[in-house]
């Protein structure tokens, strides 16, 4: 499923982005490009950052 249409990104490639160490907002950008094109993906993106980066921490507290 495609998170960013502009940049034709997808869920999988945001999640591979966060898991390869990308932990901002401007990392995902930086290596997959979702989000440079209209912008209308940043809170999906930001999203899943939030449920990636909080969910090992969630469990190990
Ligand atoms: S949908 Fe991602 S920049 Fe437009």
Same mark, same amino acid.
């Given at each position: 499923m495609y998170v960013c249409?502009? &940049?034709a990104v997808t869920e999988a490639e945001v999640?591979? =982005?966060?898991a390869a160490g990308a932990c901002t %907002?401007?990392?995902v950008v930086t &290596?997959?490009?979702?989000?440079?094109?209209?912008?209308? =993906?940043?809170g999906k993106i930001v999203a899943l %950052?939030?449920?990636?980066l909080s969910?090992?921490?969630?469990?190990s507290a």
């Open positions: 249409i502009c &940049r999640r591979g =982005c966060i %907002l401007k990392d &290596r997959s490009e979702a989000g440079t094109g209209c912008g209308s =993906c940043v %950052l939030g449920a990636e969910g090992p921490l969630q469990r």
